[in-house]
DNA sequence: TCGAGTGATGTCATTCAGTGACATCACTCA
DNA sequence: TGAGTGATGTCACTGAATGACATCACTCGA
C-alpha cells in the first residue's frame, strides 16, 4: 500500500471547489479543504502559493497554448489578427468544460478576491500577447494596446459564452466578438 | 487641544507610500504603518478595508468624473466617442500628480497583491462605463465590449505617460493611444 | 538484502492580517 | 451641566501563510 493517496493536488482542487460553492470561499477555512482532501493545511500550501491559487491551477497552460497560437499566425498577418488567432486557440481548451467553467465561474464572480487573481491572469495573458507580437516584430507600443484589446474580447466572449442560454459554440462566440470589435471601432 | 491629530486617514496614506517605496509593501507591516501616523493599527482597519486599499484611495472620484464625462458627451456621440469621452476627463485628475503617479506605480508595478489590486478598479471602471453606455441606449453586449475596450487605452495611454521621457501631456497621449486603437482594429 | 538517500507529508511554533466587543474621553449641544 | 457622539485605544481571537524539523514508505546501488 502507498504510503499517501495520490494525487493529492487534484483533491485539494476539487475539495476547494465543492466547498466554495457550497458556503462561499470566505467561509471556507483552508483547514477545511485540506481535511476533505485527507491532508494537513500545511500540505495545502506546499500545492498551492494560497487560498485563492487552487481555482486557477491550468491557467499557465492555457496561456502557453494561446501564446502559441499568435507566434503560429501567418506572417501575412497583421497584429490584431495574430492576437484573435490566439484568443481563438482558446476554444478547444473548454470543450466539454461548460458546466465546470459556470461553477467555477459563479464563485469566481461571487468573490472580489477570487476576482482579482482572475484579473491578474488576465493581465499575465496581456504580457505573454504583447511578448509575442514583438517577437512578430510589432512595435512595442502596438504590440501591448493589440494584447489588452484582444485580452478584452477574450473576456467578454468568455462571460458571454458562461451565461449563454443556447449553448452556442464557444469558438463561434469568440468569432462574433471579434467581428463586434471591428464594427464598434470602424 | 484636540484629543487627536486631525486627518489620521491622510497621515496613514503618507506612512504607506513612504514605507512600501523604502522597504517594499510585503516587508511593512500595518503595525508600522499606523505607528508612523501616529495611530494603532487598529484604527488603520477603521479607514481602510485592508493593506492594500490605503494606496486606492480616491479611485471612486477618479472613476465618477470619468462615468460622467460619458454621459455627459453628445448624443450623437457613438459608444466609443463616449467612452473616449470618458478616458480624456481623467486627464485632469493627474494634473500636476505626475511625479507622485510615478512613486505609486512603481510600488504597485513591484508587487503583484497591489496589481491584483488595481486590476479590479479597472475592472469596476470598465463595469461603471458599461452601466453608463447602457443608459445611453447601447446594447449590453456592445457596451461591455466598448467599456473593456475604453480601459484598456486607458491603462495604456497612463503607462505611457508615467513612462514617458518626454513628460508629454497626459491627455495629449491618450488622444494619440486612441488613434492608434483606431488604426490597429481599421 | 541491506542501508543510505529521497520526497511527500505531518507536526509545531510563529508572524501577521483582519475583526468583534468593549472602554475611553474630548467635544457638542440641548 | 449632563447626556450623547464619535474617533480612538485595548484586548482577545480567528485564520492565512511560512519556517524548521520529524517521519517513513519507497528506490536504488553496493
Chains 1, 2 share one sequence.
Do not use: C
Amino acid at each position: 500500500m502507498a504510503r499517501w493517496e495520490p494525487d493529492a493536488a487534484g483533491r485539494l482542487r476539487e475539495a476547494a471547489m465543492a466547498l466554495y460553492a457550497e458556503r462561499g470561499y470566505e467561509r471556507t477555512t483552508v483547514a477545511e479543504i485540506a481535511d476533505r482532501a485527507g491532508v494537513t493545511a500545511r500540505t495545502f500550501f506546499r500545492h498551492f502559493a494560497d487560498k485563492r491559487e487552487v481555482l486557477f491551477a491550468g491557467s499557465e497552460e492555457l496561456e502557453r497554448r494561446m501564446v502559441e497560437a499568435v507566434l503560429a499566425a501567418p506572417e501575412s498577418a497583421g497584429p490584431m489578427d495574430a492576437v484573435a488567432a490566439g484568443v481563438l486557440a482558446s476554444g478547444e481548451f473548454f470543450v466539454d468544460r461548460r458546466e465546470h467553467s459556470r461553477r467555477r465561474q459563479a464563485v469566481i464572480t461571487a468573490t472580489p478576491e477570487l476576482r482579482e487573481r482572475e484579473f491578474i491572469k488576465m493581465a499575465s495573458l496581456a504580457a505573454a500577447f504583447t511578448d509575442a507580437l514583438r517577437k512578430r516584430g510589432v512595435a512595442p507600443e502596438i504590440a501591448s494596446l493589440a494584447a489588452e484589446t484582444g485580452v478584452a474580447v477574450f473576456r467578454v466572449a468568455f462571460e458571454r459564452w458562461v451565461a449563454d442560454p443556447q449553448d452556442a459554440d464557444i469558438t463561434d462566440i469568440m468569432r462574433a466578438t471579434l467581428a463586434d470589435l471591428s464594427s464598434l471601432t470602424a
